[in-house]
């Protein structure tokens, strides 16, 4: 014999009323199901875009580090493959204002370079340039000569050896370059010969004056390449980012040796993403089960309205 019970609307068969309450109870729990679902949908593609980014930023960062170091050698060439440059250099007297103008503190001005050095045929420094002014050569010759004489003892190698320089690329001369400690900062050291660009001047293979270009990595070389790239908070790092959150691309010396991370704060498209939908997606959800519950409510209504009837 059916049991009945008092319920909202009257006197109602108990079972209806527990199936009735069954059903509400499981079509919340499907809701609330497919909101959690789509909500770890949406924040794991976020994340992944996040991923996919970060890996992106890295590795354009990475061949984008290796095209600037280039540059510097190329940008030398602007004055090292030049019949006047020789021709200055092997005076007797030489011009130290010409020598600004064209080989050393142009550079710092037109290209950045924060130092530039003549060595002779005798390996002697003969010029140094710093931060854009000219300054005593013969102070700087043993912290200059640790990171440079390496280079210019392979580059003198490489124009006694006649090694060809490709002619489809844009380098006109061979050189030489690594990434070094110069006065305790992180930089870019490149050494190109000068040589004349008619070929008319002819000067003995290994025996060419050197032009040696410095760049360091933590001035205004980091700051302009966060600043080309939109890399935020861009910077030069002795050790890894503490910040779990943060990307940075190792520099290594040609030996492998580790001196520092170019760090920075990685865009995260993902969570940009989020950021900007998941208000409107929380919105939606709320009024999705506000839907539902109204409609529950008025089934369950209704259910019972007519089982009071029969």
Same mark, same amino acid.
């Given at each position: 014999?059916?049991?009945?019970?008092?319920?909202?609307?009257?006197?109602?068969?108990?079972?209806?009323?527990?199936?009735?309450?069954?059903?509400?109870?499981?079509? /919340?729990?499907?809701?609330?199901?497919?909101?959690?679902?789509?909500?770890?949908? $949406?924040?794991?593609?976020?994340?992944?875009?996040?991923?996919?980014?970060?890996?992106?930023?890295?590795?354009? #960062?990475?061949?984008?580090?290796?095209?600037?170091?280039? =540059?510097?050698?190329?940008?030398?060439?602007?004055?090292? $493959?030049?019949?006047?440059?020789?021709?200055?250099?092997?005076k007797p007297r030489r011009d130290d204002d010409w020598l600004d103008d064209n080989l050393g503190i142009w550079f710092h001005t037109y290209y950045g370079h924060d130092e530039i050095f003549i060595v002779d045929p005798a390996d002697r420094l003969i010029y140094a340039m710093r931060s854009g002014k000219r300054a005593v050569a013969?102070?700087?010759?043993? @912290?200059?000569?640790?990171?440079?004489?390496?280079?210019?003892?392979?580059?003198?190698?490489?124009?006694?050896? *006649? $090694?060809?320089?490709?002619?489809? +690329?844009? /380098?006109?001369?061979?050189?030489?370059?690594?990434?070094?400690?110069?006065?305790?900062? !992180?930089? /870019?050291?490149?050494?190109?010969?000068?040589?004349?660009?008619?070929?008319? #001047?002819?000067?003995?293979?290994?025996?060419?004056?050197?032009?040696?270009?410095?760049?360091?990595?933590? *001035?205004?070389?980091?700051?302009?390449?966060?600043?080309?790239?939109?890399?935020?908070? *861009?910077?030069? @790092?002795?050790?890894?980012? =503490?910040?779990?959150?943060?990307?940075?691309?190792?520099?290594?010396?040609?030996?492998?040796?580790? /001196?520092?991370?170019?760090?920075? +704060? !990685?865009?995260?498209? *993902?969570?940009?993403?989020?950021?900007?939908?998941?208000?409107?997606? $929380?919105?939606?959800?709320?009024?999705?089960?506000?839907?539902?519950?109204?409609?529950?409510?008025? #089934?369950?209504? +209704?259910?019972?309205?007519? @089982?009071?009837?029969?």
């Open positions: 014999m059916e049991r009945f019970q008092r319920g909202a609307f009257g006197v109602v068969p108990e079972g209806r009323e527990s199936v009735v309450s069954q059903i509400i109870v499981r079509t /919340i729990a499907i809701v609330l199901l497919m909101a959690g679902l789509l909500a770890a949908f $949406v924040w794991i593609g976020a994340r992944k875009a996040d991923e996919l980014s970060i890996d992106r930023q890295q590795h354009l #960062i990475s061949i984008v580090l290796e095209q600037s170091f280039r =540059a510097i050698a190329h940008d030398q060439e602007a004055a090292t $493959v030049w019949d006047d440059s020789v021709r200055e250099l092997q013969a102070s700087y010759v043993q @912290s200059v000569g640790t990171a440079a004489a390496p280079l210019t003892a392979e580059l003198r190698s490489k124009m006694r050896s *006649g $090694v060809p320089v490709q002619r489809a +690329s844009s /380098i006109l001369t061979p050189g030489a370059i690594d990434l070094a400690m110069v006065h305790g900062h !992180p930089a /870019i050291v490149s050494v190109k010969p000068i040589v004349s660009d008619t070929g008319e #001047i002819v000067v003995p293979p290994g025996r060419e004056y050197l032009h040696v270009a410095i760049r360091y990595l933590d *001035g205004s070389f980091v700051h302009d390449l966060a600043s080309r790239y939109q890399l935020a908070n *861009g910077r030069f @790092s002795r050790t890894p980012p =503490a910040d779990s959150g943060e990307s940075s691309v190792k520099l290594r010396t040609r030996k492998g040796e580790v /001196i520092g991370y170019f760090a920075w +704060s !990685p865009f995260r498209p *993902g969570t940009a993403m989020l950021g900007q939908v998941a208000p409107a997606l $929380v919105g939606s959800l709320l009024l999705v089960f506000a839907i539902v519950a109204w409609l529950l409510f008025r #089934i369950s209504r +209704s259910t019972l309205q007519l @089982s009071v009837a029969k």
